[in-house]
């Protein structure tokens, strides 16, 4: 089966809205079987809907549409529908009923735009919206179906998951398809595609792997497709064994997992805790590892050493050696890590010292320079990278790098 999406919205061509919609709906349809043909966003304006839709017609099984069925004159997506299906605005009683319950409930006057999300095209299907006031919109024409659905993400995911999702489920029998995320990082994604080669070009022609990198991580996508979900599941299974053994060194998660959801994972089984001793990341790791819940078990705290006197007054890095040696550099890291942990008392603490840039940098340490440090009562590691690129680019290099460190001393000890 084949699906295309079809995102509208002036904001999200200009940028001012990210279009987090077409992924989410992407993920779930290629979940659900279809081999999504294309995404498509446009301006919120007739004549670009309609040929959107007459382009979409009769080429994909499904077409999903976001956006344009606000309460206000510029949502013009419903007027628009009409006119492409030979159809006209109607008065939906449940519908306008749903929305007074709804205004009602959250203490806010009903007035005429809140009427006109009741009006929908008589020739479709409605599509109960519990989330909001603007209904989902079901059509059929030239062998495919029009779903469409408000831009707002939440009432979107609403209408997908209590209807859309189930009817096309009942409508298509799909082939199962069944993807596996495994998260390595250690290596640039040509090397690791270098190291990859035999083990890709042995796969059969039912399962495929893509490589998704994002600031150092490189997730290995496996897709396997297949009529028999069972069986699909242990041939992925097979492969991800086979990748297993590969590259072990490489791979710190088999599931879909973060640096900071995989260190919480150890810390907590292990019943320890961490903090964090920052400068050029600002912080940033302490708020990634606080992003995850129940982080407060293991997480104690963090000291935003940015300036070298709280290197030396908080964190008890001698002053000669910040002087002799540079705030960048191994010494200084590796005593920021063991200040951060006599501090604060913890089992481990992770430092960082670098130049994030985009100035700050010499022949001898350029920009993207990054020593990091991970110390516990077994000893204090530390090690040494130099990447290139933009400011926060860096700085989310560099979190993952240091938290990589960090996760593999807990390993070893």
């Known amino acids: 089966m084949k699906a295309q999406i079809i995102t509208i919205g002036d ?11 077409s992924a989410w709906i992407g993920a779930e349809l290629s979940m659900a079987g279809f081999d999504i043909q294309r995404k498509t966003s446009i301006h919120d304006n ?13 080429k994909a099984d499904v077409i999903i549409i976001t956006g344009g069925l606000g309460p206000t004159s510029d949502d013009i997506t419903r007027q628009t529908l009409c006119e492409f299906f030979g159809t006209k605005l109607v008065l939906n009683r449940e519908v306008l009923e749903m929305i007074e319950k709804m205004m009602l409930r959250r203490k806010i006057p009903m007035n005429e735009n809140n009427r006109k999300q009741a009006e929908v095209p008589e020739a479709c299907k409605v599509l109960k919206n519990r989330a909001g006031t603007a209904p989902g919109l079901w059509f059929e024409k030239d062998k495919s179906i029009f779903i469409s659905m408000p831009g707002v993400p939440y009432e979107m995911k609403t209408i997908m998951a209590d209807h859309v999702l189930p009817r096309l489920m009942k409508r298509f029998r799909s082939q199962a398809i069944i993807h596996k995320n495994i998260m390595t990082y250690g290596l640039p994604e040509a090397r690791l595609a270098e190291m990859l080669k035999e083990f890709e070009a042995a796969l059969p022609e039912n399962i495929r792997l893509a490589y998704l990198p994002s600031f150092g991580v490189i997730k290995l996508r496996l897709t396997g497709t297949g009529k028999d979900r069972e069986i699909l599941k242990k041939q992925v299974e097979e492969h991800v064994r086979n990748l297993s053994s590969i ?3 490489l791979i710190f998660s088999e599931k879909e997992d973060t640096f900071e959801s995989v260190l919480g994972l150890l810390l907590l089984e292990r019943k320890e805790t961490m903090c964090t001793a920052e400068s050029c990341t600002g912080g940033n790791i302490a708020h990634l590892i606080t992003t995850i819940p129940g982080s407060s078990y293991y997480f104690k705290g963090s000291v935003v050493a940015y300036s070298n006197a709280v290197k030396e007054k908080l964190l008890g890095v001698d002053g000669k050696i910040i002087e002799e040696e540079g705030a960048v550099s191994e010494p200084v890291v590796r005593a920021m890590a063991e200040g951060a942990r006599r501090l604060l008392n913890t089992d481990y603490a992770l430092a960082t010292s670098g130049i994030a840039g985009p100035e700050g940098g010499t022949d001898e340490k350029p920009v993207g320079t990054l020593w990091i440090a991970a110390a516990s009562a077994n000893g204090t590691y530390s090690e040494q990278y130099t990447y290139g ?25």
């Open 46 to 58: 007739r004549s670009d809907i309609l040929k959107a839709l007459s382009e979409a017609a009769g």
């Open 247 to 249: 590259i072990p060194d």
């Open 11 to 21: 904001e999200l061509l200009i940028g001012q809205t990210i279009d987090t919609n």
């Open 389 to 413: 690129g933009d400011r926060i680019t860096n700085i989310m290099r560099f979190s993952n790098a240091a938290m990589n460190l960090l996760r593999k001393q807990i390993i070893k000890e």
